[in-house]
């Protein structure tokens, strides 16, 4: 009998991993899910973590090592990080260009959105150095005197949430560095503390540097030491091998488990009632689908040879649907890069190069949701942004999604300094928090699925051979 193709076994599970999720909700099995099934859904995304880190290293030092020379890296690296920042930058403008259609955060009543309103001036009042954006002040009317009363009342019972406060804190850190942090954070004082602590540009930095000395050394001593690293490269794919031969039982367990522990007690918090999530949720995700399904597609077709749309999306189809379960494309990578190299066959001098980059600088879908986010929510406030506005978010977006942490969620602290960027109130990225979670499984899916389109292109216009 013919053995039921991976894919299928990989959807049957995330289809089976919601409906347990229903089941354990309805029969408060929450406290089983977290100590029996969870842990296997953890243990997961450590192992896929574990892998990533060393492959990143030795895919990008051996891909740089089979260049021809110097110079091809100058070309390749060039190509990569100008197209990365086009395709960020066009998806932000489609997601602008949906949330400016739809106008998600004007489906709430009127009275729910005089409130936020009544909020945002407040927060106004409070913080007098940020900039007002429009000149309307409906704390001064008179009729809504015990309305603004309530409002008070309430914000000052209600506090801020500590998940929010964490994030605000995170963002004034980063803030608060001088404008040539970021260039000093990237070159690491050593290479173990960046590999123990997961920081990715730090590593990319070390295996660029160490792949371009293998290029100017002598054949002759350059030669073992790539024969080394091809080596330990192989050894870490054939990992990855064998964890995607058990990803359907690993999905079910991470599924039903993230699913139960954003349900908690109450079934209802699993669909998300509230009209504003409702709305804001469907205009991100159709924006994201847009991206995902014709923006790169449509781009592999047009310029990368011998590829058509289809063949693309069934070619990374594997590694969308880690994407989607792990919220992370870092965990994503080694399966990514299987599927780009076996499937789509770009070779792995590309692939081992631009991927990993990708996977660290290239956050299409995290953009467009701050964008989409942003507009929602000063659109629920009864702030109207303008295009010049606008323009600000898709080069704050862009910018900020420059070696944002390839974790789930890490687009919530960057969306902080996007609001910020504009005027807007940071803690309003509580409003959002309770879909944050399945919003970042589809925008992962983007991400992924942007580093694959790249890494075609860079391929279609390289003569290199495998």
């Known amino acids: 009998m ?18 347990y999720a229903i089941i354990a909700v ?43 020379n110097i110079r091809q890296l100058g070309r390749v690296g060039i190509k990569t990080l100008l197209i990365y920042v086009g395709t ?25 959105r005089l409130e936020k309103r009544i909020e945002y001036e407040l927060w106004l009042a409070d913080n007098p150095e940020v900039p007002r954006l429009d000149n309307t002040q409906v704390i001064l009317d008179p009729i809504n005197e015990e309305l603004v009363l309530s409002v008070q ?40 503390v960046p590999l123990a602590e997961m920081e990715m540009l730090q590593i990319i930095f070390f295996a660029i540097f160490f792949g371009l ?21 192989e050894v870490f794919l054939a990992m990855v091998n064998i964890v995607i031969k058990s990803m359907p039982f690993f999905v079910f367990m991470l599924m039903a488990g993230s699913l ?3 349900a908690g007690d109450n079934l209802d918090k699993l669909a998300e009632q509230l009209i504003f999530l409702g709305n804001y949720s469907w205009v991100v995700v159709l924006a994201l689908s847009l991206v995902a399904f014709l923006f790169y597609p449509l781009l592999v077709t047009l310029f990368s040879k011998g590829l058509t749309g289809v063949k693309f999306l069934k070619g990374i189809s594997k590694a969308q649907i880690t994407a989607f379960s792990t919220s992370s494309s870092m965990a ?17 001098s590309i692939s081992s190069f631009v991927l990993p980059i990708g996977a660290t600088v290239n956050m299409d879908g995290t953009s467009l949701y701050q964008a989409v986010a942003v507009v929602a929510m000063a659109q629920f406030h009864m702030v109207d942004l303008d295009i010049a506005q606008q323009v600000v978010i898709v080069l704050t977006a862009t910018l900020a999604s420059i070696g944002a942490a390839a974790v789930p969620s890490a687009g919530l602290v960057l969306m902080i300094v996007v609001l910020e960027s504009v005027g807007l109130n940071p803690a309003w990225i509580a409003i959002i928090l309770p879909v944050d979670r399945i919003l970042d499984m589809c925008r992962t899916v983007v991400n992924v699925t942007g580093d694959a389109t790249v890494s075609s292109l860079i391929a279609s216009t390289e003569k290199v051979k495998e």
């Open 2 to 19: 013919k053995r039921m193709a991976l894919h299928w076994q990989v959807i049957i599970a995330l289809v089976l991993g919601i409906v």
């Open 26 to 68: 309805t029969n408060g099995w929450q406290g089983f899910t977290k100590l029996y099934i969870s842990p296997f859904g953890d243990i997961f995304i450590n192992i896929l973590k574990l892998i990533a880190v060393p492959l990143v290293m030795f895919s990008i030092i051996t891909g740089i090592g089979s260049l021809q």
């Open 88 to 112: 960020t930058m066009s998806a932000i403008v489609i997601g602008l260009v949906l949330v400016n259609v739809f106008h998600p955060g004007t489906y709430p009543s009127d009275d729910a």
């Open 153 to 192: 009342n309430r914000i000052s019972k209600e506090g801020v949430n500590k998940d929010v406060l964490d994030k605000i804190e995170k963002a004034k850190a980063q803030k608060g560095k001088g404008p040539l942090a970021p260039l000093v954070d990237v070159v690491p004082k050593n290479i173990i």
């Open 213 to 233: 000395v293998l290029l100017v050394i002598p054949k002759e001593k350059a030669e073992p030491v790539a024969k080394l690293m091809d080596g330990l490269n």
């Open 260 to 262: 139960v522990a954003a």
């Open 332 to 348: 994503t990578l080694p399966v990514t890069m299987e599927c780009v190299h076996d499937n789509l066959k770009v070779p792995k």
